[in-house]
């Protein structure tokens, strides 16, 4: 076949010449359009090679000498062309090697250097980019917790506003149950929803201090009870349809927060007012009429 014959002659020096004069030439011949020129054809090239046999220097060949050929033609091979030369050619081969090999060596050095200093910039960069992101996130976090936090708030205060609202449109003493809060932790006791709420919070409050809930002897009174209580108890009891428990919003304590100066007490007279529920002036001591036990909520 005419394709089988015809990489013969081109391939056939390329296994003979020689092996280091092949392998630095792709890869370090950082000018190749220097070889072009083909000094060394120029000066008598198939004669200097070792490989003389091959008379037709390929175009693989006469590259990969190129750059090498053109520093060591001139001392060695140019002045004497002869077939001796033969080993002073394979001696420059070796030589070039060796010159090409620094280089090699040094570039080697110099990319290993890079490389590796390029993995550290990539390093920094992903740790930079991932301390970013991460602020990034807390930062939003941060805002958005705020932001729950404020709807909370908001959302409280819309509710509680309503259930304040909601009650307005009964006397004192005439709200239904259906319009009252029952609190948790007293069976029975019942307050305006947002005076419950508050002092459910209070209450954990206290709870926590004193590991036992606050004692709710009386909360919200109907008329009728207020009337109950004006025939039994007396001045002790408000006149009928003028007390704040008629609203829902005034409790009576007892398990010794009714009385003044107790454990408890004094935690109530220092943390009530957190929670939205205070002694009224006149309940203090040394009030108009000092009632310890009597808590109203502020709205
Ligand atoms: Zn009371």
Redesign the pocket.
Known sequence: MAVAGAPVAPADPVPTSPAPTTSPAPTTSPVPTTSPATTDTVTGTPTAQPTAGAAEPSPAESASTGPSTALSAAPTSAPAPSPSSGSTGATSAAALDALAAVPAQVEDDATKQLRTTASKVAALVVEVIQVVRDQQSATEATAAADSEAARAVAEQAATRAAQRVSVDQYANGRIPASALCELTFAAGAELRCDAAAAIEQLNAAYREKFGTDLAIS?SYRSYASQVMCSRTKGSVC?QPGT???GLGK???LGAGAQWFGTAQHRWLLANAEAYGWTLPTWARAGGSKP?A???EYVD
């Open positions: 009386d408000a007390s704040n428990h005034a409790v009576d009632e036990w009597h808590w």
